[in-house]
């Protein structure tokens, strides 16, 4: 194969932003937008929680992406798609039917989303040496993190001040996802041409036949692997707080202060979760990436643990004293991200551990299947969760009681964290870096 002289910083920085963009959009820009529109916690938290499922199936049509014409169409098919489904919500939101509308394009959003991350890393590893493979991947992985800043950030904080321009909430979140809409037309097209085609014919692809047998091997020898049971209790209940948290913080920030909320405007939340809380979370991802190279995973993993799941009793606190300082608000969130960024990158260190083996790249894609999973299902439920603790008075007789009590459950989430660490099998020397030899 022979790969393309065009310089690759003439398309992974505008194809890992079309990735983590519409991911961002579908799992934070849709929680805020229905909150803001008045949908209630159980609903919005029930039917965005759906929205996960096209990353936790995504292994079982990842294989097709190879076999079906090329990456690189792929990936242009999708960005396409994708603006049409940005467009699909802006004109579907003044409708009265808006919610069932919205979600419908939500969802092609979402398999749109997780087809093209299946096609723009298969792309990136055809088009790369594998030298270039190392030397680009910091490239690729900042511009998924400025990706998360503008649409947990930026993106809200438009819409905030089209929310105060227009007084039209629905216009506001319309001229947002107008403008998502012409941004992946623009990629689309920009990506047709800066993106090199390095791939085979399609005639050498794999059949349909060779596709599924691969895949048999796959699922039968990732479930024969050893400690399969604690090891998936892991991927699953490891983040249960945050899986339950993360659902309805935003609802939170922004509901008025007399139902239990903070009153946060549309721009103050986007600058406090989209901006501090992801510097935060980059943060105590890099952190820990560090520590784990110095003493291995092992040696990390209850520090970890702890680091994800303490901070969440920050949330407590705000439910409870309900502050009006900005700054303190900012400095909370900012340390539960951090604590999740530091905890997180065991999570992820974890599943690379767990994927060794000859089919280690298949293996890791069930892996964050099961990730997905453990995210989705919480989420789903926590609005509901929320809601029946609304009614039950235990920390005050009197005043709404819904948001503190429902952090209060979150913290008792950590119960299964811990659990599944005691559990866990890791290797004490898995992660740490080997001193070079002379």
Not at 17 to 42: C, Q, S
Not at 51 to 77: C, E, G, H, Q
């Amino acid at each position: 194969m022979t790969h393309a002289r065009r310089s690759p910083w003439s398309w992974i920085p505008t194809l890992y932003i079309a990735e983590g963009l519409p991911y961002f959009a579908v799992n934070t820009l849709a929680v805020l937008m229905y909150t803001r529109l008045g949908v209630p916690n159980a609903e919005m938290a029930f039917y965005t929680g759906w929205l996960y499922l096209p990353w936790v199936i995504k292994p079982f049509w990842s294989p097709f992406v190879d076999l079906l014409s090329t990456k690189r169409r792929w990936v242009i098919a999708m960005q396409l798609l994708l603006a049409v489904s940005m467009a699909a919500v802006a004109f579907a939101l003044p409708v009265p039917f808006y919610f069932a509308a919205t979600l419908a394009a939500f969802w092609l959003m979402a398999f749109c989303s997780a087809t093209h991350d299946i096609a723009a890393d298969g792309y990136y590893m055809l088009a790369l040496t594998h030298h270039q493979q190392a030397a680009y991947v910091g490239l690729r992985s900042t511009f998924y993190r400025i990706a998360s800043v503008i649409g947990q950030g930026a993106l809200v904080v438009v819409a905030g001040i089209f929310e105060r321009t227009t007084g039209d909430i629905p216009m506001a979140w319309s001229l947002v996802f107008a403008i998502l809409s012409a941004l992946f037309l623009a990629l689309g097209i920009y990506h047709s041409w800066s993106m090199p085609r390095v791939e085979r014919a399609v005639e050498s692809s794999p059949t349909v036949g060779e596709i599924v047998r691969g895949f048999g091997e796959t699922f039968s020898t990732f479930f024969a692997k050893r400690h399969i049971g604690t090891a998936l209790a892991f991927m699953l209940l490891y983040r249960f707080p945050e899986a339950m948290l993360s659902k309805l913080v935003q609802p939170f920030l922004v509901h008025a202060r007399e139902v239990g909320g903070l009153g946060l405007s549309t721009g103050q939340v986007g600058i406090v979760n989209g901006t501090v809380g992801v510097i935060g979370l980059l943060a105590g991802g890099i952190l820990g990436g560090v520590a784990i190279s110095r003493d291995g995973l092992k040696r990390w993993l209850w520090p970890m643990a702890l680091a994800l799941t303490v901070p969440c009793g920050f949330y407590c606190y705000l439910a409870m004293v309900q502050p009006t300082d900005f700054l303190l608000i900012s400095i909370g969130i900012f340390v539960e991200q951090f604590g999740y960024g530091f905890g997180f990158a065991a999570f992820m260190l974890y599943l690379i551990y767990f994927s060794e083996g000859p089919l280690k790249t298949s293996h890791y894609a069930f892996c964050t299947a099961f990730m997905a999973l453990g995210m989705m299902l919480p989420g789903m439920a926590a609005g509901w969760i929320h809601e029946q603790l609304e009614s039950v008075h235990i920390f005050s007789s009197t005043g709404p009681q819904g948001y503190t009590n429902f952090f209060w459950w979150v913290m008792l989430c950590c119960i299964p964290t811990f659990i599944v660490c005691a559990l866990v099998h890791v290797d004490p020397d898995f992660g740490r870096k080997r001193p070079a030899k002379k």
